[in-house]
């Protein structure tokens, strides 16, 4: 009982220890790892080994899957690229798992010592990230000697020997087998590692650590499919064919290797392991055997799964399965913001047509579109609480604060955008008035400054240029000041007893006033960049003129 114990605990620390790399490598390298992805998007070539460089980095051709899934999804990467890179991905995991069937017993001390003292140290920087990755690459290589000393006994003990025996060579069982570990362990690559460990203490006969290795390609597929089955059509399509390629390999495998059983007495012929040997040789044949067809592929999938009409107060660039790699999440949450920030635009565009036109159903249907934006607010926040803090950099956190704010403050444009329109409907058009020429000529200076001045913070919010930020920033006074200066000529006119002034004179105020609102939360924008640079002052008054000097 405690030598299957100790297997139980070697097998969980193999599984952990993979765990730990793959989220080390995504904290630190999560926005290098999508462009080396992009880079594959034309080229098969390309594609063949970006898939495969990532995949050996995170370790899982999983999490591949979900990052190439969600490209498909955003309309980054076509369906036949994504298949590519899959297909180098399932290279990738196998050519880790022939890594560490070397013996790196060695190894896995100097790993552990040295990350934990560089993690204790660098827990909030980069080299506590890469620290991390390294204790995960110990746990690995200690776990596997560990699973080797754990099964040593075992191979002594009577029961265990009958349990084998009574164990079927039948391809099904031992398939099934496979996958069900890989979903358990969230591991191929454990589940392959685990199964060499087994053969090499002779608990596993070739067959049988055959079958489980098929099983657990099988089972990455699937793995892959089921983490992703909630998605959008057009983002299962990837994970789909892939799970595809796995069950069209493992079918063809069993028919050789029923047809020529020898084969298998070769596997160790070349000094490499035999179950390891097995894995590789395995997605290295699928792949030159498939990659020409991920075209014809691509286009039953793209025909099975279209992607679904778009809807206008849904998300659309929100991908559920990106929520696992952080730097993948912040990108799919900034690109709903942009979205939500071009139907802001659309309703502050439109005030001037219904203000010039007296177009009431078109302020109706401006209004409307505020549900939108109050929508597409609700589910960005909702989903930016879903990622997790802790596992994103310090510039990450930075950006994740300046989303949220930068959504809030599109919503309460749109409020107010939504009032004023309710406003202009209830005191001009149903009333029949109409602005001075001179009046109107200063509400149009206002609008034409407010588009600028959001084209402006959208670009800021992008890219976060600090001299726009200053830019916004000074327009912010200058709009203030205008203000000010249109509302004393509005006055002006009244004193000299202008007709359509007096009548629309409440709406103007309101107007200009609550224009010069949605400019402050739009330069609000520009807010996080200056602080983040430290060009803010503490406070705006100057203390000298007022007498306030500290004595």
Same mark, same amino acid.
């Given at each position: ?66 990052? %190439? ?8 990467? +076509?369906?036949?690229? #994504? ?21 790196? +017993?060695?190894? *896995?001390? %100097? ?39 754990? !099964? ?30 890989? %979903? ?15 053969? !090499? ?54 028919? %050789? ?11 160790? #012929? ?16 699928? !792949? ?9 592929? +691509? ?93 994103? *950099? ?38 029949? $008035? ?45 709009? $203030? ?6 509302? !004393?000529?509005?006055?002006? $006119? ?10 629309? +004179? ?46």
């Amino acid at each position: 009982m405690q030598h299957l114990l100790n297997l139980l605990a070697a097998i969980a620390l193999l599984v952990w220890g993979t765990h730990m790399v793959r989220t080390g490598v995504l904290r630190v390298m999560g926005g290098k790892l999508r462009e080396l992805l992009a880079r594959g998007m034309h080229h098969k070539t390309i594609g063949l080994l970006a898939g495969m460089g990532v995949s050996s980095l995170l370790q899982s051709s999983t999490a591949t899957c979900l990052i %190439v899934g969600a490209f498909v999804g955003q309309g980054l990467i +076509s369906t036949s690229a #994504a298949l590519v890179m899959m297909l180098g991905a399932d290279i990738g995991t196998s050519l880790m798992a022939l890594l560490f069937s070397f013996d790196l +017993s060695w190894l *896995s001390p %100097v790993l552990i010592v040295v990350g934990v003292a560089t993690f204790v140290t660098n827990q909030n920087n980069t080299a506590g990230r890469w620290a991390r990755v390294a204790i995960g690459l110990g746990l690995m290589t200690l776990a596997l000697h560990l699973i080797v000393e754990a !099964t040593r006994p075992m191979t002594q003990s009577a029961g265990i020997k009958a349990l084998l025996m009574a164990l079927p060579d039948d391809w099904a069982v031992l398939i099934a087998a496979g996958a069900l570990l890989t %979903v358990l362990s969230y591991s191929s690559l454990a589940v392959v590692l685990l199964t060499a460990a087994l053969h !090499t203490a002779g608990i596993l006969t070739l067959t049988q650590s055959v079958g489980l290795v098929l099983g657990a390609n099988l089972g990455s597929g699937l793995l892959a499919y089921l983490n992703m089955a909630q998605s959008p059509p057009d983002v299962r399509r990837v994970p789909l064919g892939n799970l595809a390629f796995k069950v069209l390999g493992c079918a063809l495998t069993i028919a %050789v290797l029923t047809a020529l059983p020898e084969l298998l007495g070769h596997l160790g #012929a070349s000094g490499l392991h035999p179950v390891v040997g097995f894995h590789v040789l395995f997605n290295l044949v699928l !792949t030159v055997s498939l990659i020409g067809f991920v075209g014809v592929a +691509s286009k039953y999938l793209q025909a099975w799964l279209p992607r679904s009409p778009d809807h206008k107060d849904q998300p659309r660039y929100l991908d559920a399965t990106a929520l696992g790699t952080p730097t993948l999440a912040i990108a799919c949450a900034a690109r709903e913001a942009m979205r939500q920030a071009d139907v802001v635009e659309a309703m502050l565009r439109g005030i001037l047509p219904v203000i010039q036109k007296n177009d009431a159903q078109l302020s109706a249907q401006l209004r409307r579109m505020d549900d939108q934006v109050d929508a597409l607010y609700s589910a960005i926040k909702f989903y930016l609480t879903q990622i997790s803090r802790e596992a994103l *950099s310090a510039k990450e956190s930075r950006r994740w604060t300046d989303i949220m704010s930068f959504t809030i403050n599109m919503e309460q444009v749109g409020d107010i955008i939504e009032r004023v329109l309710q406003d202009i409907e209830d005191k001009k058009i149903h009333k029949g $008035r109409e602005f001075s020429p001179a009046g109107l000529q200063e509400i149009e200076d206002l609008h034409q400054r407010l588009l600028a001045n959001l084209a402006l913070a959208m670009s800021v919010f992008l890219y976060g240029d600090l001299r726009n930020a200053q830019t916004l920033l000074e327009q912010k006074v200058l709009f $203030r000041d205008l203000e000010r200066e249109y509302a !004393t000529r509005h006055l002006a $006119r009244l004193q000299d007893n202008t007709v359509q002034s007096i009548g629309t +004179s409440s709406l103007h105020i309101d107007l200009i006033s609550d224009l010069k609102r949605i400019n402050s939360h739009i330069c609000s924008i520009a807010y996080p960049i200056l602080e983040q640079a430290g060009a803010l002052s503490n406070t705006r008054l100057k203390q000298a003129e007022l007498g306030l000097e500290p004595k």
